[in-house]
């Protein structure tokens, strides 16, 4: 199998001493806002949520990667790779729910900060085309919930529209 990639994957290289202190600043601003009930941020730097992500072994396993954040917002990429082919030679659809999932779980965080415990209750997936490249899933919250929050992600291979998601998660209490 060849390798078929439409999405270049982002490098955080050589990002400075700076930026890694501003970032681990508002971190800390986060921190110290969520615990006296005021809000530091109202997104996240795309460096923090991609450290997050990184921590999650099962996302490096898939080899997903962010590529945008805004607020409220996030596009996760996942490269086409012969171990995520089912019969037929298209992407298993575990795969578009991968980066559906991910893709919302970070939209939520730049909303409410850094949260681990922000986990998918519900979620409903509609196929429209087996992929056979990179898919790529845009995520945004349509409605944050204090308990519960609802959003949807569309997924795109080659700038084609494949597969549609509504996701619900629980929101931890604080």
Partial sequence: VTERHAFPKPSYDGLGKAFKTACYFLDLCWSFGKTWGWIALSVVPI?????EIEKAPFIRWWGATLLEV???SASVA???REELIRPGGVLHGSSYELVADVAMWVAIMTKVGIEPMAVTIEMKTSFFKGATTDILAKANI???GKRVTFGEAEIFSNGELMAHSTLSYAMPRH
């Fill in 78 to 80: 996942l490269p086409f």
């Fill in 47 to 51: 460096g923090l949520l991609q450290r």
């Fill in 70 to 72: 805004g607020d409220g």
């Fill in 142 to 144: 349509l409605k944050l």
